[in-house]
């Protein structure tokens, strides 16, 4: 990658929401985006603001912060409302939000917490349609425009410890689909990146992680696809080079949606069997 980047997001200003350290997935993408000549508002939750460090992330791209709980109405109307006196209408906007609130509590699927659950549904998906209805509503949208959600292949299949996130994902993955449509009446795009399990703030959260982390390395053809390479991704789907790209999820995970199993899988498990017969 040219670490000067190459212009693909000159004269284009957006939103990045979930940035909290250095080990966000919302944080490599700043980072990216502002390589290729983006501007932006960062915004996370109030409570972040004693569990990560995003005024040095501010710094460093030269953005401002915007504190909102992206469940919450009121937060994201003041947020539209500040960003289009800062910087006008919005080319862009980035949601890498989600929070398993049983899972963390280590609550089995079939005992869920429906308080929680709720609470994990409106968190990691409902936020995606409150943030674009906001800005909608705010007329801060611009036509042409891209939006951008973070997703997991557990949508998809079935990850015994990814528990309720999985159903979280799934509706994310929904939204973006049913929102595409209306969407593209203004040109406006929108997408979901399925991205590889990766070492975050959030990932450390479920347990079995490093089990479905090494599994996925094992399995996909390219390895586990990193933050930073994910960021890469991210820009190419904020730039106008996929302006005809929308409701799609698209895998980014070195291959491994599509494997059954591998050859290095096979090894493994024909050793195991090999030690429980001795």
């Known amino acids: ?41 960062l915004s996370n939750a109030p409570v ?22 992206a469940t919450s109405d009121d937060d994201l109307h003041d947020l539209y409302e500040q960003v289009a006196e800062e910087h ?13 609130v049983n899972v963390r509590k280590d609550v089995p699927y079939q005992d869920l917490n429906y308080n ?50 999985g159903d979280a994902k799934a509706l994310l993955e929904s939204i973006v689909r049913s929102f595409g449509y209306r969407l593209g009446q203004r040109d406006i795009r929108i997408n979901a990146i399925s991205q590889s399990p990766t070492r975050t703030t ?3 959260g479920i347990e079995g992680f490093d089990a479905m982390y090494e599994f996925a390395e094992k399995v996909a053809p390219l390895g586990n696809a990193s933050a930073e390479s994910c960021a890469d991704y991210a820009v190419t789907l904020l730039s106008d080079l996929t302006r005809m ?20 899988l096979v ?11 001795e």
């Not at 390589?35 to 508002?41: A, I, L, P, T």
């Not at 006008?88 to 398993?100: A, E, P, R, T």
């Open 245 to 264: 790209v929308t409701m799609q999820t698209l895998y980014h995970d070195g291959g491994f949606s599509t494997m059954g199993i591998s050859d290095a």
């Open 116 to 165: 929680w659950y709720q609470k994990t549904l409106d968190i990691s998906a409902v936020s995606l349609h409150r943030i674009v209805h906001h800005g909608l509503e705010s007329g801060a949208l611009a036509d042409g425009g891209s939006i951008l959600a973070l997703s997991y292949i557990g949508a998809q299949r079935i990850f015994s410890k990814y528990s309720e996130m």
């Open 202 to 204: 959030a990932g450390s």
């Open 1 to 41: 990658m040219n670490d000067s980047g190459y212009g693909l997001l000159d004269g284009k200003t957006g939103i990045i929401f979930g940035a909290l350290n250095e080990d966000s997935i919302a944080w490599s993408i700043a980072e990216a985006v502002h390589r290729e000549g983006g501007q932006f508002v």
């Open 48 to 69: 972040a603001r004693r569990l990560g460090n995003l005024d040095t992330l501010a710094e460093r791209t030269d953005s401002s912060i915007i504190w909102a709980d």
């Open 88 to 100: 006008g209408s919005v080319d862009f906007v980035v949601h890498s939000i989600g929070m398993g």
């Open 267 to 277: 090894e493994d498990l024909a050793d195991a069997f090999k030690e429980d017969g």
